[in-house]
């Protein structure tokens, strides 16, 4: 039975199902650019994996890990669209 979610554990889970919803608009203005060669539809999946697992963390619904696993994959996401945003 999963622990109770503490309040820097439910703030995390917020911020990191914003930033995934960020991400999913984002990636969406992206492809849909006319430089763009299209959807990046596998880094609409990781947004969207971002989202559920924050919701997840912020239920209290993860596991003891998941909040290091998500925050990874929460800077992966924001390192790539600012790589795709600047450069």
Known sequence: ??????PSTRTSGTVSAAIGVVALVA????GASPSS????????????LLVVAGIAL?????P???EFL?????GLIIYDLINRLLF
């Open 27 to 30: 990636y969406g203005v992206l």
């Open 37 to 48: 060669p299209g959807l990046p539809t596998g880094h609409l999946v990781l947004a969207a």
């Open 64 to 66: 003891r890990w998941g």
């Open 70 to 74: 998500v925050g990874a994959l929460a």
């Open 1 to 6: 039975m999963p622990d109770a979610p503490t």
């Open 58 to 62: 912020r239920e209290g619904r993860g």
